[in-house]
């Protein structure tokens, strides 16, 4: 079985600065495409940043310039750095990957439980 799961999150002020975390566990072959998503009350998830296994990024245009993924393939992990945050950055962060499982050998997305960023003053 796979798991994510996410570390991080909390209460900042506008203008704050967070760090994500996301580390993986379970039978894992592989990895592709790692990201982390968003879901604020009452809207759809939607997506914050992506980054594929040879490092290439996708932002989403609201946090593009502030918010920063990187990943380490060593031990399979990501980070969101989230710089001068705004109070509609308020949201449950999920981290997400698709994963090559070595209990099943096929690939399949799994999601973490999810991490409450809140931005407040």
């Known amino acids: 079985q796979v798991q994510l799961v996410e570390s991080g999150g909390g209460l900042v002020q506008p203008g704050g600065f967070l760090r994500l975390s996301c580390a993986t566990s379970?039978?894992?072959?592989?990895?592709?495409?790692m990201g982390w998503y968003r879901q604020s009350p009452g809207k759809q998830r939607e997506l914050v940043a992506t980054i594929t296994r040879g490092g290439i990024t996708n932002y989403a245009d609201s946090v593009k310039g502030r918010f920063t993924i990187s990943r380490d393939n060593a031990i399979n992990t990501i980070d969101l750095i989230m710089n001068s945050l705004k109070p509609e950055d308020t949201a449950i962060y999920y981290c997400?990957?698709?994963?090559?499982?070595?209990?099943?050998?096929?690939?399949?997305?799994?999601w973490g439980q999810g991490t409450q960023v809140t931005v407040s003053s």
């Open positions: 997400n990957a698709d994963v090559l499982s070595g209990g099943s050998m096929r690939w399949d997305t799994y």
């Open positions: 379970g039978s894992i072959v592989s990895i592709d495409v």
